[in-house]
C-alpha cells in the first residue's frame, strides 16, 4: 500500500499560521505589518492555501504554447515582405502587419510568405469590404490563418472618430463583412489602449469585457475568435492572474450569444513603464512581462523592443526582442507544461478576485447604458484618468520605482541627440466626436525636463 508523504503530518489551518506569524513579529500588527493593498482593491496576504479556494471552481483554461509574433509596419511593401521573411527564418512564428490603408498590395505582401505554418494579423486603420475579402480568398486558397484586427470602438476610443465607412456606420460595415467572411477573424478588442492609458486591471478588464458585448450585440454573424490585444505591466503574479480572468469573463459571457465562440490573446508588454533613460532596464522588464504572459495563457506574444520608444524600426532591436522569446521557449522551456499556474493558490485566489470585482464593474456598465455610452459621455476616459494620477503620484513620489529613472539615476547619460523618434504624448489638434483615451508613460515629465536639460 502506497503511503502519502504528508500522512505523518497534521494539517495545519490558517488560523494556526496566522498564530504563529503574529507571534514571529513580536508585538507588529499582521495587517499593517504583511498585507498590502494593490491598486484593484486587492488584499494580498502574506500566504494562501486551499482554505482561501473554498467553494470556487477549479480553473480550467487549457493552453496550447505560444506564437512569437513580429510587428511591422506596412510602408514600403519590399522591405517589409523582406522584413517578414526574415522574422519568420529567425524564430518568429506569426507576423503582425500594420497596414495603413488600401493602398497595400495585399497579394503581393502575402505572396511569398509561409502561410500554412505561420499565422498573420493585420492591424488595419480603415475598414473596407473588397480588402478584407481578398484577404479571405488568399487564406481559403492557402488554407491560412488570418485574423483582421477590426476595431472601429477602439478607433473611437483612441483617436475620438470613427472609421471613414461606405455604410452608414461602422458596425453596418462590419456586419456586412461579418456575412462574407467563413474563414478569418475581423473582431478585435484593443484593451492595450486602456493599460497603457492607466487604467488598472480590474477597470482594464471590465472595459475590454462591455467593449466585446457591444459587438456581440451588434454584430450577427461572428464565428470566428475575437482577437483581444492586451498589455502587461511588471506585477508579475497579478498579470497572470489577468489573463486568466480574460478568458473566465469572457466565456461567461460568450456562451449567451454562441457557446463555441473564443477569445485570441494577443499579449505585449506595456509602454507604461518604459523609459529612454538606463534604456537596458527596459529588457529586464519586457523578460518579466513575456514570462507573465506565458504563464497567464496568451496565444500570442509580441515583444517590445528596448529602444522602441526613441528608435525607428530597426534589426538589433527586434532581434534581441524575438531572442528574448526565443530563449523563454527553447531554452527555458516555458511552453512545455500546460497550465503552471494551475493549483497555485494564490494565483487562483487573485484570479476569481480580478474576475469578480471586474464583473461587477462590466454589470455596472451595462445597467447604466453600455461602454459605447459611458465611451461617448467621457465616464470611461475620466474613470481611467483618475487611476492614472494615483499611479503618477505614487511614481512621483518614489513609492513606485522605475529604476535608473526616479531611483538611482546615471546623471551622466544623455539621450537628447538619441531621439530618432518623439518619446513623449503628441499634440495632435483635430475635429473629434469625443475626447480621446490617451496613453501616457509615468516617466514623461521627469524625462523632459533631462532632455531639457542637456
Same mark, same amino acid.
Given at each position: ?5 504528508f500522512s505523518?503530518f497534521?494539517p495545519?489551518? *490558517?488560523?494556526?499560521?496566522?498564530q504563529k506569524?503574529?507571534f514571529e ?9 504583511l !498585507?498590502w ?8 496576504k502574506?500566504f ?5 479556494l473554498?467553494?470556487k471552481?477549479?480553473?480550467? *483554461?487549457k493552453t496550447?504554447g505560444f506564437k512569437?509574433?513580429?510587428?511591422i509596419? =506596412? ?8 522584413r517578414?521573411l #526574415? /522574422?519568420i #527564418?529567425?524564430?518568429?512564428d506569426?507576423?503582425?502587419f500594420t ?7 495585399i497579394?503581393?505582401l502575402?505572396?511569398?510568405?509561409p502561410?500554412e505554418t505561420?499565422e ?7 475598414i473596407s469590404k473588397?480588402? !478584407?475579402?481578398k !484577404?479571405?480568398t ?13 476595431d ?5 476610443a483612441?483617436?475620438g472618430?470613427?472609421?471613414k465607412?461606405? #455604410?452608414k456606420?461602422n458596425f453596418? @460595415?462590419?456586419?456586412?463583412i461579418?456575412k462574407l467572411? /467563413?474563414? *478569418? /477573424?475581423?473582431i ?15 477597470q482594464?478588464l ?6 466585446a458585448?457591444?459587438?456581440l450585440?451588434?454584430i450577427?454573424?461572428i464565428?470566428?475568435p475575437?482577437?483581444?490585444?492586451i @498589455? =502587461? ?9 489577468k489573463?486568466r480572468?480574460?478568458?473566465i469573463?469572457f ?7 454562441n ?11 506595456t509602454?507604461?513603464?518604459k523609459t ?5 532596464v ?5 523578460t518579466?512581462e513575456c514570462?507573465?504572459a506565458i504563464?497567464?495563457?496568451?496565444d500570442?506574444i509580441?515583444?517590445l ?6 528608435h525607428?524600426?530597426?534589426e538589433f ?5 524575438r531572442?528574448?522569446l ?7 522551456y516555458?511552453?512545455?507544461v500546460?497550465?503552471?499556474?494551475? &493549483?497555485t493558490?494564490?494565483i487562483?485566489s487573485l484570479?476569481?478576485?480580478l474576475?469578480e470585482?471586474a464583473l461587477?464593474l462590466?454589470?455596472?456598465i451595462?445597467?447604466n &447604458? ?7 459621455? &467621457?465616464?470611461i476616459k475620466r474613470?481611467?484618468q483618475?487611476?492614472a494620477?494615483k499611479?503618477?503620484e505614487?511614481f512621483? /513620489? ?5 529604476? &535608473? ?6 546623471k551622466?547619460?544623455k539621450?537628447?541627440h538619441?531621439l530618432?523618434?518623439?518619446p513623449? =504624448?503628441?499634440?495632435?489638434?483635430r475635429k ?16 523632459? #525636463?533631462r532632455?531639457?536639460?542637456?
Amino acid at each position: 500500500m502506497k503511503k502519502s508523504l504528508f500522512s505523518d503530518f497534521d494539517p495545519i489551518s *490558517s488560523k494556526q499560521w496566522k498564530q504563529k506569524i503574529q507571534f514571529e513579529l513580536k508585538g507588529e500588527d499582521y495587517n499593517d505589518s504583511l !498585507i498590502w493593498n494593490s491598486p484593484e482593491n486587492i488584499k494580498v496576504k502574506p500566504f494562501y492555501n486551499q482554505e482561501d479556494l473554498q467553494d470556487k471552481l477549479p480553473i480550467t *483554461s487549457k493552453t496550447n504554447g505560444f506564437k512569437i509574433c513580429q510587428n511591422i509596419f =506596412v510602408f514600403d511593401l519590399e522591405k517589409s515582405i523582406e522584413r517578414a521573411l #526574415e /522574422s519568420i #527564418e529567425r524564430g518568429a512564428d506569426s507576423i503582425i502587419f500594420t497596414i495603413e490603408n488600401e493602398s497595400i498590395d495585399i497579394a503581393k505582401l502575402l505572396e511569398k510568405l509561409p502561410l500554412e505554418t505561420n499565422e498573420i494579423y493585420f492591424n488595419l486603420n480603415f475598414i473596407s469590404k473588397e480588402y !478584407i475579402s481578398k !484577404i479571405e480568398t488568399i487564406s481559403k486558397l492557402r488554407n491560412a490563418k488570418i485574423y483582421c484586427n477590426l476595431d472601429p470602438i477602439g478607433q473611437l476610443a483612441k483617436e475620438g472618430n470613427w472609421f471613414k465607412s461606405q #455604410e452608414k456606420d461602422n458596425f453596418e @460595415s462590419i456586419n456586412t463583412i461579418s456575412k462574407l467572411i /467563413s474563414n *478569418s /477573424s475581423i473582431i478585435s478588442i484593443n484593451s492595450s489602449l486602456y493599460q497603457n492609458a492607466g487604467a488598472n486591471m480590474v477597470q482594464e478588464l471590465a472595459y475590454a469585457l462591455a467593449h466585446a458585448n457591444e459587438y456581440l450585440n451588434r454584430i450577427s454573424t461572428i464565428n470566428q475568435p475575437i482577437v483581444f490585444r492586451i @498589455s =502587461v505591466g511588471t506585477n508579475y503574479f497579478f498579470e497572470i492572474a489577468k489573463l486568466r480572468a480574460y478568458r473566465i469573463l469572457f466565456n461567461s459571457i460568450a456562451k449567451e450569444y454562441n457557446p463555441n465562440l473564443e477569445c485570441h490573446l494577443v499579449v505585449t508588454p506595456t509602454k507604461r513603464n518604459k523609459t529612454i533613460y538606463d534604456y537596458n532596464v527596459n529588457m529586464l522588464r519586457t523578460t518579466t512581462e513575456c514570462m507573465s504572459a506565458i504563464i497567464g495563457g496568451a496565444d500570442a506574444i509580441a515583444n517590445l523592443p528596448y529602444d522602441a520608444l526613441y528608435h525607428k524600426d530597426n534589426e538589433f532591436g527586434d532581434r534581441i526582442a524575438r531572442n528574448q522569446l526565443l530563449i523563454l521557449k527553447n531554452e527555458s522551456y516555458f511552453d512545455k507544461v500546460n497550465n503552471p499556474a494551475d &493549483g497555485t493558490y494564490y494565483i487562483e485566489s487573485l484570479t476569481y478576485q480580478l474576475a469578480e470585482k471586474a464583473l461587477i464593474l462590466f454589470k455596472d456598465i451595462e445597467a447604466n &447604458g453600455g461602454f459605447l455610452k459611458q465611451l461617448k459621455e &467621457g465616464i470611461i476616459k475620466r474613470k481611467i484618468q483618475e487611476s492614472a494620477d494615483k499611479e503618477q503620484e505614487l511614481f512621483d /513620489s518614489g513609492k513606485e520605482v522605475l529604476l &535608473g529613472t526616479n531611483k538611482y539615476p546615471n546623471k551622466e547619460d544623455k539621450m537628447k541627440h538619441d531621439l530618432e523618434l518623439f518619446p513623449f =504624448v503628441k499634440v495632435n489638434p483635430r475635429k473629434t466626436l469625443i475626447t480621446p483615451i490617451i496613453e501616457k508613460r509615468l516617466a514623461e515629465k521627469i524625462e523632459q #525636463e533631462r532632455v531639457g536639460k542637456e
